[in-house]
């Protein structure tokens, strides 16, 4: 390998993931799953050692330099994500229906929402994101921070009051802990 770069960026690869680079995708796999992660559009370049993974900038640009920081960011978070996963909890608020959740499949039914007949579904991003419901809670857990946080956006945005004065009719469900698992 040659000097290391000022510009060079190198992660620490955790004891129990390992880390494979095949072609322009990475793949990172540890105990909550496995997450693949194509970086061909991303003008950066990634080594991937034995215990690290080396991250240099295509160009000596700015823009160049920001994007190497932007792709630490990302294989970071999937590092992150295999070793401890992530959890977003969100809290079911009504006053003045009782609202029920159910997860049916791969969706996720807000039931009686304003005493509507019909079910308010948002979808679950991911084949590896669970969503349990607890109390008046629904927790959202995962390997994957951009599928999970898609999936807590989803439910939130499906319960969204449209037409009403939202500082009075408070119901719905709203995210409330972004938080790592375990």
């Keep these: 390998?040659?000097?290391?770069?000022?510009?060079?960026?190198?992660?620490?690869?955790?004891?129990?993931?390992?880390?494979?680079k095949q072609g322009h995708h990475v793949v990172v796999t540890g105990t909550k799953g496995t997450i693949i992660k194509d970086f061909h559009k991303l003008p950066?370049?990634?080594?991937?050692?034995?215990?690290?993974i080396t991250i240099r900038p295509a160009g000596k640009r700015k823009?160049?330099?920001?994007?190497t920081n932007t792709a630490k960011s990302i294989i970071n978070n999937m590092l992150m994500?295999?070793?401890?996963?992530?959890?977003y909890k969100?809290?079911?608020?009504?006053?003045?229906?009782?609202?029920?959740v159910k997860v049916r499949g791969r969706e996720i039914h807000v039931e009686n929402f304003f005493g509507e007949r019909s079910a308010r579904i948002s979808h679950i991003v991911g084949d590896a994101t669970k969503v349990n419901?607890?109390?008046?809670?629904v927790i959202v857990e995962g390997p994957s921070l951009e599928e999970v946080s898609q999936t807590a956006a989803n439910i939130e945005s499906s319960t969204k009051v449209k037409g009403k004065d939202q500082r009075v009719f408070l119901d719905g469900l709203y995210i409330y802990s972004r938080s790592e698992g375990d």
């Design 133 to 137: 419901i607890s109390g008046d809670d």
């Design 90 to 100: 969100l809290k079911i608020v009504f006053a003045h229906f009782p609202i029920s």
């Design 44 to 52: 950066a370049l990634i080594d991937v050692g034995d215990r690290t």
């Design 81 to 87: 994500g295999v070793d401890k996963g992530f959890r």
């Design 1 to 20: 390998m040659s000097t290391k770069d000022k510009n060079e960026t190198e992660l620490p690869v955790p004891e129990n993931v390992s880390v494979k």
């Design 63 to 67: 823009r160049d330099l920001a994007i």
